[in-house]
């Protein structure tokens, strides 16, 4: 494995390992359907069309990501940061999204998104 990691594979096993750290990434498409990543940093990476549906996302840092046209059907994002996160034409039926920081001004929801009806926080 590479010191910067591009497939589901390679994110699991580094997770597994105790890595945390996935700044910057270009991770587009990636499949990480159902995975458990709690607490990993996402800041600044490219998660556009990734597969994140079921996957258990608490305290995630998506800070600045991109997860444009992402699947977070059913995942658990509770406590997650996604300010300044583009998550345009992202799938978020069920998503748990209750405590996850969020930004009104640079935060990009999909259209008809209410951040308040989900709870979420804005800082």
Known sequence: MSDSPSTAQDILSAYA?????????????????????????????????????????RGVDFSYAILRSANLTDANLKGAMVIGTDLRDTQLMGAVLENADYDPQATQFPSGFDPKTMQMSAI
């Open 17 to 57: 390992a105790g890595k945390r750290d996935f700044a910057g990434l270009s991770l587009m498409g990636i499949d990480l359907q159902g995975a458990d990543l709690k607490g990993v940093d996402f800041s600044n990476a490219d998660l556009s069309d990734a597969n994140l549906s079921r996957a258990s996302l």
